[in-house]
């Protein structure tokens, strides 16, 4: 799901923040980023969400090349994420129900999902007695877990919760995790970004630490039939880039998503392996410029987007 592939980031000539990181995060895990303040583990989020760009390396989520996310793409792109920031971000001039259902609001869900969804929410976070209550007449972890709420309103791909646990006791922060495995186990995939080592003690869950930017180690590493798969694959295709270049123009198969779409638009997309309307949301300005696309073709994709980014 997640590939962070020889990254470096720095933010003046002196400050290297991370110096080239190597992981991935396969679907369906739960995964610590541990190490002490300034490590660098903060930095991982911000590149993870585009809110920073990377001075070398690639990051992937799925399909997905972070870095060369277009502005315009960027709000679908953060649809597929949940987050939880350090400082919790919760609206103040909102109740915590309100809250919740904001985020619900701004895709355009029918007030029934919207109900029913944040019910949902605050039944998994412990918090419906407090539905009506400002965030202001909240405890400390009762705000963390109305955060947790919130973020899990769009059905994201991936949570990431950064610090979570910072200024709560024992007890709340037990409440925390608790809540983060049973989103784990309903499918899922979690990363928690902690300098609190007393949150790993006993796991189980895999814990990438990192110590002055670098990847001081990875524990728990899972072996993935996936990973296996790719590697097979790359294995069988041919070697010479003509030979790749013929395999894949006799394999590009187009998603059944693309069928209303004028011949000229689809012949396109096969010419430069657009697949799926996943891979489209990836492609940059310049992309569109090398498919030398007419005004028309382009109208017709950017209606294309417009309409799959509702549905979904």
Request: net charge neutral; proline share 3%.
């Amino acid at each position: 799901m997640v590939t962070f592939d020889t990254v470096t980031k720095k933010y003046k000539e002196d400050i290297t923040a991370l110096q080239d990181v190597s992981f991935q995060i396969e679907e369906g895990e739960f995964c610590f980023v541990v190490g002490p303040s300034g490590a660098g583990k903060s930095t991982i989020m911000r590149l993870l969400i585009r809110e920073e760009v990377p001075t070398s390396g690639s990051i992937f989520f799925k399909d997905i090349e972070v870095p060369k996310l277009t502005r315009r793409l960027l709000p679908a792109y953060r649809q597929k994420l949940g987050v939880v920031f350090q400082d919790i971000k919760l609206l103040q001039t909102k109740t915590l129900e309100e809250n919740i259902a904001f985020a619900l609001e701004i895709l355009d869900k029918s007030h029934k999902e919207i109900k029913d969804t944040t019910d949902y929410l605050l039944d998994l976070v412990d918090l419906r007695e407090r539905r009506t209550q400002f965030p202001n007449e909240l405890s400390g972890g009762e705000q963390q877990r109305g955060a947790i709420a919130r973020a899990l309103a769009n059905k994201p791909d991936l949570f990431i919760a950064d610090e979570p646990t910072g200024n709560l006791d024992s007890e709340n922060a037990k409440q925390i995790l608790d809540i983060l495995n049973t989103i784990n186990r309903n499918g899922t995939t979690v990363m928690v970004i902690s300098h609190d080592f007393n949150l790993i003690n006993n796991s189980k869950n895999r814990i990438i630490n990192i110590i002055n930017g670098k990847l001081n180690s990875d524990t728990g590493k899972k072996e993935t039939k996936k990973i296996l798969d790719e590697e097979k694959k790359e294995e069988d295709m041919p070697k010479s880039k003509e030979e790749r270049k013929e395999v894949e123009k006799k394999d590009i198969k187009l998603s059944e998503e693309f069928d209303d779409l004028s011949k000229s638009v689809k012949e396109k997309l096969k010419k430069f392996a657009i697949k799926t309307p996943q891979t489209l949301l990836n492609i940059t300005e310049g992309d569109l410029k090398n498919m030398d696309l007419k005004s028309k073709e382009r109208g017709e994709l950017e209606n294309f987007v417009r309409a799959y980014l509702k549905k979904q």
